[in-house]
């Protein structure tokens, strides 16, 4: 009997004696891995030499699978930022190159899914499927795969769509001191897609647990949560998977982008971001600048954003629309990362924290708000009738203010604050309440022809609900209008038709 024989007859039946008969027809192969050693672990950042042929970017492994990315390299050493928790490594242990950059999966099976940057699933469904690996860097589409941005994104929010308009491929700021509802206009932006084929993505860069939970919530109970992904890097993450989440996240979009259709990806917010990216950049001993932040803070924000915009009917048509959240404080507009942003982006949403307080919500400060796209990529029905509201909004706060002094005033004067307050709470929307372009039309013609002059606030909000209730469903004139339809002659009498208030609406 020959010696091989018992083992031989312990792995019969069991599948591993085919096994190692292939593997014994295989010839072996020989591979050259280069290994280097952690010199020092410290937050979110490693120290590691013997990598002498490592690159910029490259991502490496450690033990225990954990992963880092090149972040500096200066002769034998390199300073990795660690995307994975340090709990477990030490200096001495091992680390290798891979060859490859960090990735994350893109494709249709992350609909309806929650997953870092890296495409690990943070929900309760498994593994994410049918996915492909993309690099989270790509370089933005030059000039000549761009088309001007003509088509709108409407938001359902009446003070932004008839006076601060967004289009398809534009690159929005939302900008404003904490709690004064900068997710919300983005959660409502995401919730009025419902008719669209707009696939949207959040991503969630240093926000707490509860606060994403309230958005996925949201989500699910509108039944949009199959037509979006979000992208979590929360506050216990470590600052490097902070710094890639909003790459990840347009590398997701981009795979939707390159097949025509249109994306919406939301970061909330940079100024997290710009944050960990600073932590990371201190840790690293690079030389800091302006309050603390790297010199190259710019270039890190303006890479990101330039992969917006809407590609040309060559490659598709689709488009990228991304809405950046940023943070104020004490309304300071001239900080350092905000002034960056503003100058990046085509324009912004400035939600002031004087409104909010008054109840004035969406606290949208139309003096400081502006888009730079403007009435391009604004319907032409909301064009008609909101075309001069921001300065007679303006008008009428300079005349308010004037009022308060308790001076005598004609009845022209007084006809004027009627009319202002009307518009003003016209404007005033409730969160979760997304309008169609319809209802929006129909309420500032209202408000603007003086149907709504001289009511009380809870008149003025029953009034709006009842012509509101009289646009919505199926009416037909609300499709024409939002694909683009003119407001003529016959559309204008239905609008007053609409907009007519009774004594029974107010």
Do not use: W
Not at 17 to 23: I, K, N, Q, S, T
Not at 93 to 108: I, K, L, M, S
Not at 173 to 197: C, P, V, Y
């Amino acid at each position: 009997m020959s010696a091989n024989a018992p083992y031989a007859a312990a792995l019969a039946g069991t599948g591993l004696e085919d096994a190692l008969a292939a593997a014994r027809e295989t010839p072996p192969s020989l591979g050259l891995a280069e290994i280097g050693r952690v010199l020092s672990v410290t937050a979110g950042v490693a120290t590691v030499s013997g990598l002498t042929g490592a690159v910029a970017e490259e991502l490496l492994l450690f033990k225990n699978g954990l992963r880092g990315q090149v972040g500096d390299l200066d002769g034998e050493r390199a300073g990795v930022i660690l995307l994975d928790p340090a709990e477990g490594l030490s200096a001495g242990d091992p680390v290798r190159r891979t060859g490859r950059v960090a990735e994350t999966p893109t494709g249709e099976g992350l609909l309806g899914r929650i997953v870092d940057p890296l495409g690990r699933p943070l929900d309760t469904l498994g593994p994410v499927a049918g996915t492909l690996a993309r690099p989270v860097e790509a370089e933005a589409p030059p000039i000549s795969h761009r088309a001007p941005v003509r088509r709108p994104l409407l938001t359902g929010l009446k003070v932004v769509d008839a006076a601060v308009p967004i289009g398809l491929g534009q690159r929005q700021l939302i900008i404003g001191d904490r709690q004064t509802g900068k997710t919300s206009i983005a959660l409502d932006t995401i919730l009025n897609q419902h008719a669209s084929e707009l696939v949207s993505i959040y991503c969630a860069i240093g926000q707490r647990a509860d606060a994403v939970a309230r958005v996925v919530a949201a989500l699910r109970e509108a039944e949009m949560m199959q037509r979006c992904i979000v992208v979590v890097a929360s506050g216990e993450a470590p600052p490097g998977l902070a710094f890639l989440a909003p790459y990840a996240a347009m590398t997701m979009a981009e795979h939707f982008v390159a097949k025509g259709r249109d994306a919406l990806v939301i970061f909330d917010d940079l100024t997290r971001h710009a944050r960990a990216y600073r932590e990371l950049s201190l840790l690293l001993r690079r030389p800091p600048g302006r309050e603390a932040y790297p010199g190259d803070i710019f270039y890190v924000h303006a890479r990101l954003l330039e992969r917006a915009g809407q590609l040309s009917a060559e490659l598709g048509g689709g488009s990228l629309t991304a809405l950046p959240v940023v943070e104020t404080q004490a309304e300071n507009l001239a900080a350092y990362i905000p002034t960056n942003l503003i100058s990046i982006t085509d324009g912004q949403v400035y939600l002031s924290p004087r409104l909010f307080e008054k109840g004035r919500l969406p606290a949208v400060d139309l003096g400081r708000s502006v888009s730079r796209v403007g009435g391009k990529a604004q319907l032409p029905a909301l064009r008609a009738v909101a075309g001069d509201l921001r300065i007679a909004l303006s008008q009428f706060e300079e005349l308010e203010t004037f009022a308060r002094l308790g001076t005598r005033l004609d009845a022209a004067t007084e006809a004027k604050l009627a009319r202002g307050r009307a518009v003003r709470g016209t404007l005033l929307q409730g969160e979760r309440a997304p309008l169609p372009p319809l209802a929006q039309v129909a309420q500032i013609a209202a408000a603007t022809e003086g149907r709504l002059d001289g009511l009380d606030p809870d008149a003025l909000d029953s009034a709006l609900a009842a012509i509101a209730g009289r646009s919505t469903g199926d009416h037909p004139l609300g499709a024409a209008l939002a694909a683009g339809a003119p407001l003529d002659d016959d559309a204008r009498a239905e609008i007053m038709r609409l907009g007519s208030v009774s004594d029974a609406d107010a």
